[in-house]
């Protein structure tokens, strides 16, 4: 048996919760699936607006397509792009420039393959051989810093500029820069987390989440963690000793915080 699931948290300081999510099986058939998050941005107006867009005409878009079609990966990673430039420029063109964006990862579980799609900095990751595996990369100021510059990817969470993201969908046609990674389905959990999520706990706290809970508590129990625990962060030393910029500590249930979660077997 299959699990799908979604969970979401407002968390405890935001007014509004801007995030959406979705875990759903094809209509026509269930081996094809679809899970997203969409994060949007709390920094502008109606951030729920453009998340709540994305999430219902990706769902729309899904269902109307032929299984058949979409087990086609290359064209259905066109398609994806095509149509998430397509929202791109609807929101703007209902809403003007620079007015309202979100955050977008997705991923389409074909027959042998599945398609991540990131813009923006949540994230995607599988579990293979109980090890948690990131597969989207952060589109954002300080994900360079891991990538090129020799920082911790735990570290990011303590910079001042983690907040600035470089991808979203809802601002600008130059912002809306999609990025596709293919992976085979030899997998046993996928999981999609908005950063109010990953700015507070580590992949190795997941991970530790993931197999000390039964399969169907795992998402509710991460979402809980990084909104109702004080996970005691400071910033390390090695990163005071560089310098790079002004540091900030990250703040449990600070932000929305959202998952997705598909397991194959329970």
């Not at 809980?224 to 900030?248: D, F, G, S, T």
Request: glycine share 6%.
């Amino acid at each position: 048996m299959e699990l799908l699931q979604t969970e979401t948290d407002i968390g405890l300081i935001r007014r509004n919760n801007e995030d959406t999510a979705l875990a759903i099986p094809h209509p026509k058939n269930k081996r094809i699936k679809l899970l997203l998050v969409a994060d949007g941005m709390g920094g502008k107006a109606h951030g729920e607006i453009a998340s709540q867009y994305v999430t219902s005409s990706i769902e729309k878009w899904f269902i109307n397509k032929e299984p058949k079609e979409l087990n086609d990966i290359e064209k259905t990673e066109q398609l994806l792009k095509r149509l998430v430039k397509k929202l791109n420029n609807n929101l703007i063109k209902e809403f003007g420039f620079n007015n309202l964006g979100t955050t977008l990862t997705l991923a389409l579980i074909t027959y042998r393959k599945t398609i991540f799609l990131n813009v923006g900095d949540s994230r995607g990751y599988i579990l293979k051989n109980y090890k948690l595996e990131q597969i989207t990369e952060d589109d954002s100021d300080v994900w360079s810093y891991y990538k090129y510059g020799g920082v911790k990817k735990d570290d990011l969470r303590y910079f001042s500029n983690n907040n600035i993201i470089n991808a979203c969908i809802g601002l600008s046609e130059d912002l809306c820069r999609t990025t596709t990674t293919v992976v085979n389905n030899n997998y046993d959990m996928l999981f999609l987390f908005t950063d109010g999520v990953t700015d507070l706990i580590t992949d190795k706290k997941i991970n530790k989440i993931i197999k000390s809970n039964n399969k169907k508590d795992i998402l509710k129990k991460i979402i809980y963690e990084a909104v109702n625990i004080n996970q005691h962060l400071h910033v390390p030393l090695r990163l005071l000793r560089k310098k790079y910029v002004k540091y900030i500590l990250p703040i449990n249930g600070r932000d929305n915080a959202t998952g997705a979660l598909y397991v194959k077997e329970m």
